[in-house]
Every structure is written in structure tokens, then in C-alpha cells.
């Protein structure tokens, strides 16, 4: 799969700047960087290895700067923005073409008739990066040099290494004074160590400094390759690793990389053999996102344990969060024909349950325990049971179920009686209710300097639809293992009738928060309440859902998701930017996420029931596609026109749940949908 990206990408600095290319590993390593080379961000490398599956993600090797000698002239193909905001070189003029191949990234540069093409991958399930370089078009001789920097920090940042260089045959290995050693090996060509080796200052780094973070870097000038390239079809390949004697065979390393795309299309097309046949393009391309994202992490805590697996949140900085996880786990793998990988997810987390909850997020380090501080989240557990019921739905089965019920029942248990952070059901309603101190327990979860921005304590709205599905749920899991449903349909049936609570007859809408510190109903307008109505369960009236709908898409909606915050609010943030101070005030507060679309798309075909009109709340990610992260979907977007994308590059709920609903809408535009009301639509001739 062949994506092309347009001319305006190459020849414009700004643009090539800001659009940003990425290579994962499926072990939460990856390689990344701007499509004009020039970086921009302290996490632009071209090996970002996972130290400790999925986490200790460290940035080894971050750049190789190229230089061709041809017809007797010598052009640099690398691109620098100095500190004083000066440009040279200037080698991205020399780009004609950038294109994705699957999820490889693919770069033509011209130098007068000759044509050199580049590739950049990563080995699945090794923390190896390959860049291939081939003359396409040329018959004279072209000399490339390509000039090593490496490091070895965390790829948030930090301090200075030691690093030692070992000359070997095809390259050379670097030795950290702290951690193990990795190579960078090339299949021909002369190496030479710099003598000695400098510290280079990277910088400006554009993104940073707009996030109110260090604008310049460090790495270190290693050593210098030169190859000849004799004629067209001659090449050379670079291989950068942790593995002391990886593959230099480019040409099979490219066709694995392939073949894993190629499979990731075929278990999807299984799937989903009505849909896959006439699926626009851009939905492949996401099928093919969304393996980014599934990594591994071993089920037992310990190294060299049984294989588990978890979710990335989001790249570049996210680990795998519980939240993010099962909010995505149907659009990344159930949807994607990736069964298998979602019963290891689930048995991974249910693995780690303590006191009822699943946890939030992992901690950088490996050797860093769960501790209570790592379960903060009153929804996550709640997205736990619908994962599940929808991978029962997905593979036939009930083992996953009946293995896990004494497990299910226990987090129920946990939660009628009370759990961790205040999180307890209020028998006096059935509904769940949570938050204590400056405990940030939803979704909406910013808290910079110990300061929860959105602390929603109480009664939260999208915690109670997912709660009234879990029950019922639950109720369901009993039945199909032969136990007694009856106390989980009674909760459930409590719940149902609790959440009328929620309605706000003076604004056609629900509150947000119910039962707070204050004694007052939250009644700001966000997105959160979406899920009453995209949720299995249905909890509002026709007409209630269809008032919540048309504010929410008045109001809320844009075209690359929903804003957090009615613009009308005082509180209301339109634009995400500056420190984190700044940026954490307003990303529930006006910012505009991409995960969003999905429940409102789906809802909107529940009420109405046309499939056409909903999707075309999806497509306008198609655009997006080639605009921020290439060839995935942003994590947020300002609240104000013209939404321009900001925080992670490729976010794995702004994935899966686009993913998601276009398959169920379009599934269930085949198979002739329930609109409002229950009335059945008619089965498309």
C-alpha cells in the first residue's frame, strides 16, 4: 500500500518541518523525525529503543547526515535549523518525493539526473532500525557519505553520557558507561571514527519550545561511512541495534517488514469480509496505524515471563496506560481480526488487579513497582468489562469469561462496598461516585503541581454509563458460565433508573457531575455524556438522546473531534500551547479530541440511523492522515479554528475509536440498523 504525499510537503521548510514520520517495533520502541530531516523535537531519532519492554525507552542513534558527491559536486541532503534560526543546509530542496509504503517511509532526493531513494523500518520485535539508500536513476559513480550521531539518554531528555566507540569490521559499537552496548553496522562501505568524537548542540527544536519545554539537544558525532554507489539499482544499507550481530540484508529486512503490513491487512480483510472489499483507502492506513500502538509487556511483572501485552497511549511520550488501553482495545485489535492479541492484553491487566481496579498507567522504569499511585482511575476498570464483552463477542468464546469471573466478581465487590480514592456505589441511587483530595480519577485527568484542573469528584456522567454497562455486563457473564445474573440485573436496574438524575431539563441535556463537594449538578456542556448514548445500554429516552445530540454537535463538534468545553463557558480554553502549566489548564477546557468522533458518530447513527450522514463525521480524518503524525491520527486539536493538531503525533484512541465506528456503522448500515425508537431498517438490495 502505496501513500503519496503532496509536493508541498518537500518544497515547503515549514511544512516538511511539521509533518512527522514514524517507525515502531511492536516493543514500544521506535524511530522518528521530520519528513525535511531537520529535527524538531528531543524525541526525533532513528532508534528509540525499549530498553525493558515497552518502557526504559532510550535514544540511541539520532541521526544520519547525508552528503553526495556527484558529477563533480558535493551536496548535503541533511537540513539544519541552527540555534540563531538560520538554515543550512539546506537538503530538503534535493527531496522530490515523499510516500509511505505501508507504514515504511520513503524519501526520493534528486542530484541533477541521478535519483537516490531512502527507506527507514524497524525490525518487528527487536530494537532495530534499518535506512536503506538506492540510486534509482544514474549511471555515473555517487559518492555517499553518511556522518553517525549517537546517544544514549531517556527520550524525554537528560544528561550528557559517557560513551566509549569500538571500531568494528562493518561499523562500530557504542559502549555507555551505564548500559549495554549497541552497534551501528552497514553491509559496505569505509567507517571511520571522528578522532575525537563531539558533542554537537541540536537546535531549535520548534516543537519543544512551543511546549514551553528546552528547544535544544546534544548528541555525539560518532564516525563517518562512505560508499560508492557504482550504478542504478546499487545500494547500501545501515542497520542500527541493540543486537550485537543483526540482519544487514536490506532487502530481506524490507520484505519481512512488508510481509508483517501484509498480514496486519489479511487478519483485518478476515475479519471484516463484507467491509474490507470496498473500504476507502485511508481506513486501511489505519488498520495498518493501529499496529503501532499493540506492544509487548510481560504478563507476569517479570522478565522473561509469559508474553503478555498492553497499548501504547500515544507516541512520542505516552507509555501504555490501563484507560487508553481498553478504550481502545476494540478499534486496535477486535476490529483489526487480532483476537489473540487482545485476550494477552486483557490477561495482562487482570493480572495486576488490586483492590478492585485495573491499573492506570505504568511507570517508567521496570524496576519501579505498581504502587497505589499507579491505579488512579475510576473508568478504566469500567472500560476492562466492555473490552471484554466485546472480545467474547468477537472470538465465540466464553474460556476468557469463565476464567476471569471469581476476578469480575471481586471488582464488583470492591466497588459496591467502596475501593481505593473514594470510589464506592451510593446504594441510595445505584450510582458510582468517586474522588477525594486532588485526586484526578476520569479521563480528564491534567493535574500540573499537585493541582487536579478538572477533578470532577462525584456523581461523573461517562463513569456512570460505563458502570450500568458493566452490571450488565456482568449480568450477562453469569449467564453464559450457569451463575445466578440476579444481583447484577438488580444493581444494573438501580443504576438505569439513578442515572435520570443526570438529565437537565433546562438545557435539553445531562449534568456533567452529579453529587460533588459542592452540593450543585456540573452543568457545563462537555462531550462526556456522549457515552449514554453510544454505549450498548441505552439510558436515555429518544428524545433525550437526540436533544444531548444536536447541542453536542452544535456546540462541541469539529472536524477533527469534540471540544471538552462549550466555547460559550468562561472557563473555555481555545488553544493548547505554551508551558505545562498553561497547556494542562487547557486540555479539558476547550481542547478538541479525536477519540471523541467516535462515540458521537455512533450515536448519531443509533438515533437516526443514517449511515452516510454519520460517517461523514469520520472522513474528514482521511485529510488528516497526511497533515501531522503521517499516516496516523493526532491526539488533540485547538478548540479554535483552524484546529490545529497538537500533542501526541499518533494517538491509539484517536485510532481505534475512528476505526471502530466507521466498522460498526458500516456494518450495521449492510445489515440494516435499529434507528430511534427500535424500528428496524430495511436490508440494503
Known amino acids: 500500500m502505496l501513500v503519496h504525499f503532496g509536493s508541498e510537503i518537500c518544497g515547503d521548510l515549514r511544512v516538511a518541518e511539521q509533518r512527522e514520520w514514524l517507525a515502531t517495533n511492536g516493543l514500544g520502541g521506535y524511530a522518528m523525525g521530520t519528513v525535511s530531516g531537520a529535527p524538531s523535537r528531543s524525541y526525533h531519532g532513528l532508534l528509540i529503543a525499549a530498553l525493558a519492554p515497552p518502557v526504559e525507552r532510550t535514544l540511541l542513534v539520532s541521526q544520519l547526515e547525508e552528503c553526495v558527491g556527484y558529477g563533480g559536486h558535493s551536496l548535503d541532503l541533511a537540513t539544519h535549523r541552527r540555534v540563531d534560526g538560520s538554515v543550512h543546509p539546506r537538503g530538503h530542496r534535493h527531496i522530490t518525493s515523499f510516500a509511505l509504503e505501508g507504514t515504511v517511509p520513503r524519501w526520493r532526493f534528486a542530484v541533477a ?17 534499518t535506512v536503506s539508500y538506492r540510486l534509482v536513476r544514474g549511471g555515473g559513480p555517487l559518492e555517499l557519505t553518511l556522518t553517525a550521531f549517537v546517544q544514549h539518554r531517556s527520550h524525554h531528555g537528560g544528561e550528557r553520557p559517557a560513551l566509549t566507540l569500538e571500531p568494528l569490521e562493518r561499523g562500530l559499537r557504542v559502549c555507555p558507561e551505564t548500559g549495554a552496548p549497541f552497534v551501528l553496522l552497514s553491509d559496505r562501505g569505509r567507517w571511520e571514527l571522528e578522532a575525537p568524537p ?11 519550545a512551543e511546549r514551553g519545554l528546552a528547544s535544544t539537544a546534544e548528541h555525539l558525532r ?69 499496529d503501532a500502538f ?53 490477561r495482562t491487566y487482570a493480572a495486576r488487579l488490586s483492590h478492585g481496579l485495573i491499573p492506570n498507567s505504568f511507570p517508567d522504569r521496570s524496576d519501579q513497582p505498581l504502587d497505589r499511585r499507579s491505579y488512579n482511575t475510576v473508568d478504566a476498570t469500567l472500560w476492562f468489562f466492555q473490552s471484554l464483552a466485546e472480545h467474547r463477542a468477537a472470538s465465540g468464546s466464553d474460556a476468557l469469561v469463565r476464567e476471569l469471573l471469581p476476578q469480575l466478581e471481586a471488582i464488583l465487590d470492591h466497588h459496591e462496598a467502596g475501593t481505593w480514592f473514594g470510589i464506592r456505589m451510593d446504594p ?30 462525584g456523581k461523573a456522567v461517562e463513569v456512570n454509563a460505563l458502570w450500568v454497562n458493566a452490571l450488565r455486563s456482568m449480568a450477562g457473564f453469569s449467564r453464559l458460565t450457569g451463575a445466578d445474573p440476579g444481583r447484577w440485573q438488580a444493581l444494573a436496574d438501580r443504576a438505569v433508573a439513578g442515572f435520570q438524575r443526570f438529565w437537565n431539563p433546562e438545557l435539553g441535556c445531562c449534568f456533567d457531575v452529579l453529587d460533588g463537594p459542592s452540593g450543585r449538578p456540573d452543568d457545563r456542556l462537555r462531550p462526556n455524556q456522549l457515552l449514554a448514548l453510544s454505549l450498548p445500554e441505552p439510558l436515555l429516552s429518544p428524545a433525550q438522546a437526540a436533544s444531548v445530540l444536536a447541542l453536542c454537535g452544535q456546540r ?69 492522515l497526511g497533515a501531522a503524525g503521517l499516516g496516523s491520527l493526532s491526539e488533540i486539536f485547538d478548540g479554535d479554528a483552524p484546529h490545529a493538531p497538537r500533542g501526541c503525533i499518533a494517538q491509539a484512541w484517536s485510532v481505534a475509536q475512528v476505526l471502530a465506528a466507521w466498522t460498526e456503522i458500516s456494518a450495521g448500515s449492510l445489515a440494516g440498523a435499529p434507528i430511534s425508537g427500535g424500528t428496524p431498517r430495511p436490508p440494503r438490495r
Request: proline share 5%.
Open 113 to 129: 539526473d541521478a535519483l537516490l531513494e531512502k527507506r527507514v523500518w524497524m525490525a518487528q520485535g527487536a530494537n532495530t532500525t
Open 222 to 290: 560518532a564516525a563517518t561511512l562512505t560508499v560508492t554507489l557504482s550504478g542504478e539499482g546499487s545500494g547500501v544499507t545501515v542497520v542500527a541495534s541493540t543486537s550485537e550481530a543483526p540482519c544487514l540484508d536490506g532487502e530481506r529486512g524490507l520484505a519481512e517488514r512488508q510481509a508483517h503490513g501484509a498480514r496486519l491487512l489479511q487478519c483485518w480483510q478476515a475479519a471484516q469480509p463484507e467491509l474490507a472489499p470496498a473500504a476507502p483507502p485511508w481506513i486501511r492506513q489505519l488498520v495498518l496505524a493501529a
Open 294 to 346: 499493540v506492544v509487548e509487556r510481560s504478563m507476569d511483572g517479570r522478565a522473561g515471563e509469559r508474553l503478555g501485552a498492553s497499548v501504547i497511549a500515544g507516541y512520542p511520550w505516552f507509555n501504555d496506560w490501563g484507560r487508553d488501553t481498553f478504550l481502545s482495545l476494540a478499534g486496535l485489535t477486535l476490529v483489526t481480526g487480532r483476537v489473540e492479541v487482545a485476550e494477552r492484553i486483557l
Open 428 to 457: 441510595a441511587d445505584g450510582l458510582l461516585a468517586a474522588g477525594e483530595g486532588e485526586t484526578q480519577l476520569t479521563w480528564m485527568d491534567a493535574k500540573p503541581r499537585d493541582r487536579a484542573i478538572t477533578p470532577r469528584h
Open 198 to 208: 563531539a558533542w554537537v548542540e541540536v537546535g531549535p527544536l520548534a516543537a519543544e
Open 556 to 624: 462541541l463538534l469539529t472536524c477533527h473531534g469534540l471540544r471538552t468545553l462549550d466555547p460559550a463557558d468562561p472557563d473555555y480554553c481555545g488553544h493548547y500551547g505554551g508551558d505545562a502549566q498553561r497547556r494542562d489548564g487547557a486540555y479539558h477546557q476547550g481542547t478538541v479530541w479525536a477519540w471523541w468522533l467516535g462515540p458521537f458518530a455512533r450515536a448519531h447513527f443509533r438515533l437516526h440511523g443514517d449511515a452516510s450522514l454519520a460517517l461523514s463525521f469520520l472522513e474528514p480524518m482521511a485529510d488528516h
